[in-house]
Every structure is written in C-alpha cells, then in structure tokens.
C-alpha cells in the first residue's frame, strides 16, 4: 500500500538515466580490470597481477673513452646509488672469472669432441630464473653446474651444427653430453667435469654457481680484487620513465629490448588506471544522480511521508520503499554489467589465444563491481534513512 501512494511522483526517466550511467561506469571498471588480467601474460612471463622485472646493465663504451683508458666497472657508491632509488628493488653484481678456461664437449657417438675457450660468470642465486637447478657446488666433489642461455642452444643447433654436419641437441639431451673444463692460472692446470643443469631466458651468459666462483678466484686467479662490470637490477615498475632517464643521465646501457618490452606493460598499466579511473568517475556521479533524483521524489512527497509518520508508521516503512527500489537497480545494473563484461570479452579472447593466452579467472572482477556496487548501494540506503529520519524530526 505505500509503494502505491509513494510511486506517483517517481521518474522513470530519471531512474533509466542514473541505471544507464552506472551500467557504464561500471562496465568500463571490471572490463577494464578483467582485460588487464588476461592480457597481462602477452607482457610478462612471470605469474604474478603485478609483476617484477630485471634489467642488466653496462657502462657505455664509447671510442673516445675506450681508446683513453676508461673504466667500465661499477663502483660501490655507484651501486649504492642505483639500490637507492625507488624503483630499485635490490641489485646483483656479476663476478666474472679471472682464470683461463677452456671447454671440451662430447658430440654423441660420432666420437667427435668440440673445444673452446670459455668463461663463467655468476650472480646471487635469487636473480635466476632456472626453477629447481641443482645449484650447488663442493669442492670435494669436481663437478661444476652450469646455466647457459637459451638463445646459445638455438645457435649451435640452427648455426653451427646445421653448417658443420653435427648433430642437433634438444634441452633434454643436453644433461647426457660429456662436458668437461680446463682450469688454468696461477701454476695449477686442473680438469674437472660439468653438467648444464638448465636454460635462462632472462641472463645471457654463462653462469656457475657464485661459491664456485669464489672457490676457483682463489684458487686460480691471481688475487686481483675487481669490480663488476655488469649489474643486474630487480626493478618495481617496469617501463617506468624515470629509469630510462636515469640510465641515460648515467650512461649506462641496458641489455636486449627489456626497456621496449618493459615500456609496453608500463604503458598498459598507465591506459588501463586511466579507463579505470574515468569509470569509477561514471559511477560517482550516476550514484548523485541517483541521489539527486531520491532527494527530488523525496521533496515531492514531503506532505505524505509526514502525514504517514503521524499516522503511526516508522521512519525505516517509510524509507523501504525507496530502498527496495534502489537495490532492486543496483542490482540489476551489476548483473546487466558483468553480462557486458562477459560479451566483450568473448569478443576479444579469440585475440588472446593467438598469443598463447587463456585468459585469467573472471572472479577478481566481478568482485571489484560488487564492492562498487555494495559502496554505492551502501551510500544511497545511508542518505534515504538521512532523508526521511530528518522529515521525522520535523
């Protein structure tokens, strides 16, 4: 009986204006979170909703400053000027070896062997991305572990060995290939086996487990303390515009296309809070719409909802009506908006699979729009029971 008396002064125009703005505002949020999520994985191969990235990086070398002596290492305040700033997360010096190297390996059954000098490097084990190595070394046990790169096994196999009439490897093979090193420096010349027990994507070097290098400095080099010439970063915001500067100011270079690559997902992150950002600003202003329109029906039938709370009736039966209508459009607009979300997305996942991507779960939107949706729906109940509480005291 009070909704008949209450819905004589009711705009359905109003109401449809405020359902649609916020069906906009807050489909453009939880598409605009769930495309973020799915496509994510073309720009990081790391699992993770906000990702990590590293950088390795170098000294410019120039002509002029090779030909009059400079120096390429980093130094330590150097160093301790890169972990300070904000987009630093930590930093790993590479240690380099300073002992001749040469390696000897096995070709299969053809009995042939390939050798050649060589060289190790090592960093701090949390900067590699070999999951489960066997990443250990004892001196009382000659075996040396080894990470090469990736983009090394593609050039033997579709370089060397495609000219030279060898056979090809596949990484699961590469455990079963005799490999063996000779060490030589400071009066020793020692040979001990190895084992490649991995391939990096994200180093391109040749790495050895940092004890061992340690171990062999001592025992082969001649005891010169050196500083590194390469560092690799762990970085916070990839892409950012401030390490690009930063690497400029310094002079320093960053291997591959890690700033490209880092620059796209930067840029990503930036369109996407922008999208975000201008829905959440379609949906506050359809929730004062929304108000602004309860308010103006309110004011309509201000001689009504007084006369019904002299008649005995409380504020909160006064008040349901309006809230029932209010939940009744908030809810219909968020299942209108995650069935949006849902259309556009089956559009554009066709897109995805050619890049080798599934997609992400689709629950992390959807309750970003019911947490949307609870707040505005929150903040229109609280000033409806404002409303009529004030009629009340009137």
Request: net charge negative.
């Amino acid at each position: 009986m009070l909704w008949k008396l209450l819905k004589t002064h009711i705009s359905a125009s109003q109401l449809i204006g405020f359902s649609l703005a916020n069906l906009v505002g807050l489909t453009i949020v939880i598409l605009a979170v769930q495309f973020f999520r799915d496509v994510q994985p073309v720009f990081d191969d790391e699992e993770s909703f906000i990702r990590k990235d590293y950088l390795v990086i170098t000294r410019n070398v120039t002509s002029a400053g090779a030909m009059m002596g400079g120096t390429s290492e980093f130094s330590d305040q150097d160093i301790a000027d890169i972990e300070a700033q904000p987009w630093c997360r930590s930093v790993g010096r590479f240690t380099s070896s300073e002992f001749a190297i040469n390696a000897t390996v096995g070709l299969g059954n053809s009995g042939r062997a390939m050798r050649t000098q060589f060289f190790f490097e090592s960093i701090p084990t949390d900067f590699i991305d070999v999951a489960d190595a066997d990443w250990s070394f004892d001196p009382s046990r000659p075996d040396v572990p080894v990470i090469v790169s990736r983009d090394y096994l593609s050039l033997y196999n579709f370089g060397f060995a495609a000219t030279q009439g060898l056979p090809r490897i596949s990484e699961g093979q590469v455990g079963l290939i005799p490999l063996s090193f000779t060490f030589s420096g400071h009066g020793r010349n020692e040979v001990m086996s190895g084992r490649i027990v991995g391939f990096s994507n994200r180093l391109n070097t040749v790495l050895v487990p940092d004890e061992f290098m340690h171990w062999a400095n001592d025992r082969y080099g001649e005891g010169n303390i050196t500083r590194p010439l390469r560092l690799i970063i762990e970085v916070n915001s990839p892409g950012d515009v401030a390490i690009e500067n930063y690497m400029a100011d310094h002079h320093y270079d960053v291997a591959g296309d890690k700033m490209n690559s880092s620059k796209a997902n930067y840029f990503l992150t930036v369109i996407v809070s922008i999208v975000i950002a201008v829905g959440i600003v379609i949906s506050l202003l359809s929730f004062f719409v929304l108000m602004l329109s309860i308010y103006l029906l309110l004011q309509k039938n201000t001689r009504k909802l007084q006369d019904l709370l002299l008649l005995g009736y409380s504020p909160s039966q006064v008040a349901r009506p309006y809230m029932l209508l209010v939940l009744v459009i908030n809810a219909v607009v968020l299942v209108l908006s995650v069935i949006l979300m849902l259309t556009v997305r089956l559009w554009y996942l066709p897109m995805l699979h050619a890049f080798g991507v599934s997609g992400a779960s689709i629950v992390p939107a959807i309750l970003v729009g019911l947490l949307i949706m609870s707040l505005i729906t929150a903040g229109n109940l609280l000033a409806i029971r404002r409303k009529v509480a004030t009629l009340w005291l009137q």
